[in-house]
């Protein structure tokens, strides 16, 4: 018979009781129990160094469509004046990219840029209004939430004006106000059609009544422009609310909406909150306007200045 010693199977055990049956059994190659046991590890693999500096991706190197998601080089939106080639969505433009994309050359003989901001009402909302309108200027290069100036679009010399959004969201204070009065103005002095681009989210609350008065002097201004014949185009722009909605953006000879824009005087969602209902598909937008009536004409941004130039050969604005 095999002299060997048999294992017996004992059920489960564990790794330690093991051992110590497998050495009484007298198998070989077996270490001493009584020594501890020794785990080695590999050595650690010190980090490698790169060749060259690290590199990253900066901010505003790429933009994302915040509609069909599609991503494209900051460039290439650029291109397009920030209009999304994959799916026509359209974007926040620059008041610089609005000069390049309607104005002659982007060229503006620039009106009025005298005419500074103040604090009549000492307002403090947390932080002063002196403060906010500094941070707005450092960061738009512009003095104001508009400018004005004479312009060309397509050799036909015009009075125009463009809302700055990123002035604080183009609010009307005084100084919009007075700088749209005085475009007005000057227009009817020299007789020429005016263009006014708006952007805006209303009257600015840190001037309280004053900015509100400015509906009522803009509008003023333009009755009196009507005596000369030239035609008023009014472009809004996305978003157009508030004060600004409710004053000059739906009085022109031509109301021309951009694709897309929020027009209105209150927002959906305060209107939903306050009538306590659904409001319909597009509501407020260019295109639910246009089959209501409010506006006349519904342009994608690309193809503006071009409906611009057309209106203003056709009602007699042009002037070389």
């Known amino acids: 018979m095999n002299d060997a010693p048999a294992l017996v199977n004992r059920g489960p055990i564990s790794g330690t009781s093991l051992d ?4 009484r ?4 190659g077996l270490r001493n129990p009584e020594l501890p046991r020794l785990v ?11 060749d060259g500096e690290k590199r990253s991706i900066g901010k505003g190197v790429f933009g994302k469509c915040s509609n069909c998601g599609e991503v494209f080089t900051a460039d290439h939106l650029a291109q397009h004046f920030q209009v999304c080639p994959a799916c026509g969505q359209h974007h926040q433009l620059g008041i610089d990219a609005w000069r390049r994309l309607v104005l002659d050359g982007g060229e503006l003989e620039m009106w009025e840029d005298h005419i500074l901001p103040m604090d009549p009402l000492g307002f403090f909302d947390g932080k002063t209004y002196t403060a906010r309108l500094e941070t707005a200027q450092a960061k738009t290069r512009r003095t104001e939430a508009i400018e004005v100036g004479r312009a060309r679009i397509d050799g036909s010399v015009v009075a125009y004006g463009c809302f700055i959004f990123a002035f604080m969201g183009g609010s009307m204070g005084s100084v919009v106000g007075e700088r749209i009065t005085r475009l007005f103005e000057r227009a009817t002095r020299d007789h020429l059609p005016v263009v006014l681009l708006h952007a805006s989210g209303g009257a ?10 400015q509906m009522a002097k803009t509008c003023a201004a333009l009755g009196r422009f009507r005596e000369i014949g030239k035609p008023f185009l009014s472009v809004s722009l996305h978003p157009t609310t508030g004060g600004v909605a409710a004053s000059t953006a739906l009085l022109g000879d031509v109301n021309i909406a951009e694709q897309g824009a929020l027009i209105g005087f209150a927002g959906p969602r305060v ?15 260019a295109e639910f306007l246009l089959s209501h009536g409010m506006v006349d004409i519904v342009t994608p941004r690309t193809e503006l200045k071009a409906t611009l130039s057309l209106l203003l050969k056709h009602l007699g604005g042009a002037v070389t």
């Open 25 to 28: 059994s007298g198998l070989p």
């Open 40 to 50: 080695t590890f590999p050595e650690k693999t010190p980090a490698q160094p790169l």
């Open 271 to 285: 209107i939903e909150n306050t009538l306590r209902t659904k409001l319909p598909p597009g509501f407020q937008r």
């Open 204 to 213: 600015r609350m840190q001037e309280g009544i004053l900015s509100l008065m």
């Open 20 to 23: 110590s049956r497998l050495v």
